[in-house]
């Protein structure tokens, strides 16, 4: 299992900046990715961004150009700077761990989420 830490979120008006970061310890080895999701009521989880061992990233649509994801190996943590926010990037943001080959992926790790609102 993989204990996920997180950090970061908060208020921030439309146009703005954050940056989530997200701590992993545990059975690091058993995961080839890592990642965050985000939840609104009402509407679908959407898996925002996604970081696998090699590097290799991938976004949804939404938020191409916008964000970014990185990660730094020797600290075992992954960060996701997010950019010219938009009030419809308000969600609940979860980091996750897992593995990924394309398509959803496997992400059976989730940390404990942490909020961003973004205000018009």
């Known amino acids: 299992q993989v204990q996920l830490v997180e950090s970061g979120g908060g208020l921030v008006q439309a146009g703005g900046s954050l940056r989530l970061s997200c701590a992993a310890s545990?059975?690091?080895?058993?995961?080839?990715?890592m990642g965050w999701y985000r939840q609104t009521p009402g509407k679908q989880r959407e898996l925002v961004a996604v970081?696998?061992?090699?590097?290799?990233?991938n976004y949804a649509d939404s938020v191409k150009g916008r964000f970014t994801i990185s990660r730094d190996n020797a600290k075992n943590t992954v960060y996701l700077q997010m950019n010219s926010l938009k009030p419809e990037d308000t969600a609940v943001y979860y980091c996750?761990?897992?593995?990924?080959?394309?398509?959803?992926?496997?992400?059976?790790?989730w940390g404990q989420g942490t909020q961003v609102t973004v205000s018009s």
């Open positions: 996750v761990a897992g593995i990924f080959h394309g398509g959803p992926g496997d992400f059976g790790s």
């Open positions: 545990g059975s690091i080895f058993s995961i080839n990715a």
């Open positions: 970081i696998t061992s090699g590097g290799g990233t």
